[in-house]
């Protein structure tokens, strides 16, 4: 079934979606990310690596200032800040692309905002902080609802989930209703069903193979398998090869939008499965 087309609306622009996938490149600026904790974590490096991904051709660029892998720890506001205005203030009017900003604290979504984001994803989907949407609507800002079970911390001991896609759809359908109840344009919303968020392993699987049911919440819909436990091999290239499946799947299930870190090898996934999504030859 053919992808349905949606307008995303940002503050300075419109983002049509269901034609081709939207590729969201990550750029990690913490010194302990599960997938390249540290290596971006200095302004200029930091922001080097933001034009390359550019280059490469992501869609958009996502920054994330906090680590949420399994078993992390929060940091303050302060932190947070101190490792992203840095590198937001570098690319001020450097890119074409828009710039998201992957955090769940109003504070540091306003000051992002303020330094030219465009977009806030918040990870818990306004669970931990329910002000970030409307710092999000006060700036016309895209807002992505991640879905989340818990927190990092208490991953490993949440139990199984008798219905995972149906306690996701419902989940992120509730927080859509808040959010539109609350000011939010429904256009400037997009969904992820958050794989690896307090999901288990079979749960993950089940919720790619099922997106259909996420998808008939009719809203915009980003994956992010890039990398995730659930995907990991014994080689780095095997890992990313299970990811390129992981997003083909996400396509074909209809997913507008995928979050990765290899920019170039998963476009290039994302390219034919677009061209089979859409039943070319």
Request: hydrophobic share 40%; proline share 6%.
């Amino acid at each position: 079934m053919p992808r349905k087309r949606l307008t995303w609306k940002l503050r300075e622009r419109e983002i049509p979606l269901g034609e081709h996938t939207q590729i969201v490149a990550v750029l990690n600026v913490t010194p302990d990310s599960f997938s390249d904790g540290g290596k971006y974590y200095e302004p200029d490096r930091a922001y080097a690596r933001a034009l390359e991904l550019e280059e490469m051709g992501a869609d958009i660029l996502e920054f994330g200032a906090e680590s949420t892998k399994p078993g992390s720890h929060r940091i303050s506001e302060e932190e947070e800040l101190r490792r992203l205005i840095p590198v937001l203030k570098r690319l001020r009017g450097k890119m074409a692309i828009p710039i998201s900003v992957d955090t769940y604290k109003s504070g540091v979504a306003e000051k992002a905002l303020g330094l030219g984001a465009e977009i806030i994803n918040d990870p818990s989907a306004l669970t931990f902080d329910p002000l970030i949407g409307k710092v999000a609507a006060q700036h016309d800002a895209g807002l992505i609802l991640n879905h989340m079970r818990g927190t990092p911390e208490t991953w490993a001991k949440l139990p199984p989930l008798k219905d995972p896609v149906g306690t996701v759809a419902a989940d992120l359908a509730a927080c859509v209703h808040r959010e539109m109840r609350s000011g939010v344009e429904k256009a400037r919303i997009v969904v992820d069903p958050g794989l690896g968020f307090g999901k288990r392993k079979e749960e993950n699987t089940q919720i790619l193979a099922r997106l259909g049911q996420i998808v008939k919440l009719e809203m915009p819909l980003m994956v992010g398998p890039s990398r995730k436990g659930f995907l990991q091999q014994a080689t780095e290239t095997e890992t990313m090869f299970a990811t390129a499946a992981a997003v083909t799947a996400a396509i074909l299930g209809g997913a507008h939008l995928v979050r990765v870190h290899d920019v170039k090898e998963m476009k290039a996934a994302a390219r034919i499965a677009d061209v089979i999504a859409r039943g070319e030859g």
